[in-house]
């Protein structure tokens, strides 16, 4: 059986995540579907190095694909493309090691949250709207908070007593660019709902209802208080699996432009 490293954008806006879920249009599902059809078998694997979850967009998640077949990796990359919906694109099929794993051996990973400024009759499905202005130099520092090793339980849905919650973020950036804010959040792995939880805690530093300090308190304790703070998943985008050897990205330009 070959294993194939494959990279894949979607739109997340129609989708309940990455994960296969029964009853419920997933982009997993979508890429079993099509494979099914493409070699003619139902006997393959398909491992995902993160999930998304609903309404999450991804520019390049990386999955490994198992399987027995003669074809080369452009054909299989053309022939899954040709039996994949509009929202979802594989842009790179690779032969790997059998050893290699997407998850397991990627070492870090980074999203990026899009805010914009301004109303958009386009940008709705890609974007978080906020009508407010924001205070970005309050934001800039309070993101250093989160960076380093924190225990991230009151920044997530997980059970804390099922996982540890202990995260290391390498870099939490925020940039303007015309009417976007960006915000790139990188570490190790993510928990469920903490880059949404995050976003939105700055926003409210950004609007003055919260200070660095409450950032510093809420990392030290356990509270649900970020909760009903959750960004809209509209403006989340799963932007890149590192693995041993990649280079990390040193600048931050916008996917998509307001």
């Known amino acids: ?57 991804a520019i390049a998640q990386v999955a490994h694909l198992d399987v027995h077949t003669q074809l080369a990796p452009h054909i299989i990359r053309q022939k899954l493309n040709d039996n994949l919906p509009a929202d979802i694109n594989i842009i790179d099929v690779q032969k790997a090691d059998a050893r290699f794993h997407a998850r397991h051996h990627a070492v870090a990973r980074s999203y990026v949250y899009y805010i914009s400024t301004r109303r958009t009759a386009f940008g709705k499905r890609f974007v978080w709207w906020i009508k407010d202005k924001l205070n970005l130099e309050a934001m800039q520092k309070a993101a250093l908070s989160f960076e380093g090793m924190n225990d991230f339980r009151s920044f997530t849905r997980d059970d804390p007593n099922e996982k540890s919650t202990k995260v290391l973020l390498d870099e939490v950036r925020i940039e303007t660019h015309g009417h976007l804010i960006l915000i790139r959040i990188t570490g190790s792995h993510f928990l469920w709902n903490m880059v949404r939880q995050i976003v939105g805690t700055l926003v409210e530093v950004g609007r ?29 985008y799963l932007e890149k699996i590192y693995y041993e050897g990649d280079k990390r990205d040193t600048t931050l330009t916008p996917f998509i432009h307001i």
């Open 1 to 57: 059986m070959a294993r194939f490293k494959v990279t894949v954008e979607y739109e997340g806006t129609r989708f309940s995540g990455w994960q296969v879920q029964k009853n419920a249009r997933t982009v997993a599902g979508e890429i079993l579907g099509a494979a099914k059809t493409v070699f003619n078998t139902d006997k393959f694997e398909l491992m995902g190095a993160g999930r998304t979850d609903a309404g999450v967009h």
């Open 208 to 236: 003055g209802n919260l200070t660095e300090k409450d950032i510093k308190r809420i990392l030290k304790t356990d509270t649900n208080e970020t909760r009903t703070l959750t960004a809209s998943p509209s403006g989340l």
